[in-house]
Nanobody, 123 residues
Framework: QVQLVESGGGLVQAGGSLRLSCAAS????????IGWFRQAPGKEREFVSAISWSGGITKYADSVKGRFAISRDNAKNTVFLRMNSLKPEDTAVYYC????????????????WGQGTQVTVSS
């Protein structure tokens, strides 16, 4: 069992930065791939970024490549998402998820979810 809690969201102007954190509890955290998804009002939940259990492999949606960076600290059971050059279209609730591997890091196949943190980017 893994419990996930997101933090770090907020209101920021376009061009600004935020760092989201996903804190996990559970002894098996380090064996899971962790991902970030987001959901804007009226839209489906979409993949943002993910990191393998070791941290050696990362993936990004095309819309955030070059602007967002994911990292993890297994000793602290935490995954981070650094978001730079934020745009109004990045506004959404951001969720972290745990999955058995990067191939199952999808909205339907992920095993555990956090409650989400709101990110609002003003123009």
């Amino acid at each position: 069992q893994v419990q996930l809690v997101e933090s770090g969201g907020g209101l920021v102007q376009a061009g600004g930065s935020l760092r989201l954190s996903c804190a996990a509890s559970g002894r098996t955290f380090s064996s899971y791939a962790i991902g970030w998804f987001r959901q804007a009002p009226g839209k489906e939940r979409e993949f943002v970024s993910a990191i393998s259990w070791s941290g050696g492999i990362t993936k990004y949606a095309d819309s955030v490549k070059g602007r967002f960076a994911i990292s993890r600290d297994n000793a602290k059971n935490t995954v981070f998402l650094r978001m730079n050059s934020l745009k109004p279209e990045d506004t959404a609730v951001y969720y972290c998820a745990a999955a058995q591997g990067l191939t199952t890091m999808t909205p339907l196949e992920s095993d555990y979810w956090g409650q989400g943190t709101q990110v609002t980017v003003s123009s």
